[in-house]
């Protein structure tokens, strides 16, 4: 599941974010996911109450999630509370070293929630958290 204007990588701020678009990057993901026999299902938006709605409507029908809420991960109670209602594990992840960068990216409202977070891999955060959710669930 991606936030705000996940749908722009590739152009936006690529020091940061990289050079892949976010089609590119379900590419990888879903050739990962392939290759462990594992199904993906992948939503943008840049609402927060399609984003919740969102939730609500997989819940039953997932193993987990894989999380990049962009900034809503710093705001976003609402976000905080579908996830934790969906009780579904999901990890955390961020395409940038968000502890590098400004101090307000330094605060997740769900971190606490997620299994682990993974943060400054570029496109590598997505494979990395798909092979952590995976190994988490089959633990
Ligand atoms: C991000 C980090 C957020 O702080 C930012 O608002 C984003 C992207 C990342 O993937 O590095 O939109 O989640």
Request: avoid cysteine; charge should be negative.
């Amino acid at each position: 599941m991606n936030g705000p204007k996940l749908d722009l990588l590739g152009q936006r701020n690529p020091a940061h974010y990289g050079q892949r678009t976010l089609p590119e990057i379900e590419g990888l993901l879903t050739e990962r996911a392939r290759s462990q026999d594992v199904r993906l299902a992948f939503f943008q938006a840049d609402d927060e109450g399609r984003l919740v709605h969102w939730i609500a409507n997989e819940a039953p029908s997932v193993d987990g999630w894989l999380v990049n809420a962009g900034r809503l991960t710093h705001t976003s109670h609402a976000l905080r509370d579908a996830l934790g209602s969906a009780g579904k594990p999901f990890v955390e992840l961020h395409l940038s070293n968000v502890y590098s960068r400004e101090t307000f990216r330094r605060t997740s409202v769900l971190a606490d929630l997620a299994v682990g977070v993974i943060a400054g891999f570029k496109e590598n955060s997505y494979l990395l958290a798909l092979d952590a959710l995976i190994a988490h669930l089959a633990s």
